[in-house]
């Protein structure tokens, strides 16, 4: 059964791309962390994930049920990752970052990866560009 999303939760943005940040992050440090750290070293409000290469010590993906899949590592790879950064009212950033991965045998996994349970293996290197949203008319 599809659930109809209510006309409120439907939000249309307009605005234009901005600068692009090339990085590398280093070992042990958290994805997701890292994302925003990284955005924040940048100045970008807003952000979207557009590329990325590396692999996690072990990943940890959210579940509909809000509990945490667990997947082994060493080594887990991503497999793709994408997702966005966008500002809170009191200036902090948020990233939510969503991928799919794969263990040391082959097995893949996907769904949301969750703040502070993703430790980067060796490095890992991630591609951002800056969103910058349109004036909204009063």
């Known amino acids: 059964m599809v659930e109809d999303i ?6 249309v ?3 234009s791309m901005g600068r692009v940040a090339y990085a590398r992050m280093a070992p042990n440090e958290d994805l997701v962390q890292g994302v925003e ?10 952000a979207f994930v557009r590329g990325a290469l590396g692999s996690l010590v072990d990943a940890c993906l959210g579940t509909l049920d809000g509990q ?21 009212d009191d200036g902090s950033l948020c990233a939510s970052l969503s991928g799919v991965v794969a263990d ?22 991630v591609t951002l560009e800056e969103w910058l949203p349109g004036q909204t008319a009063n």
């Open 104 to 125: 040391t045998q082959g097995n893949v996994y996907g769904g949301p990866f969750v703040a502070g349970s993703n430790p980067i293996c060796m490095t890992f290197e």
């Open 68 to 88: 945490c899949q667990h997947v082994v590592g060493p080594a887990v790879e991503i497999v793709s990752l994408a997702g966005e950064v966008r500002s809170n």
């Open 6 to 11: 209510p006309v409120s939760r439907i939000v």
């Open 37 to 46: 750290k990284l955005c924040l070293a940048e100045g970008f409000k807003n």
């Open 13 to 15: 943005e307009s605005g």
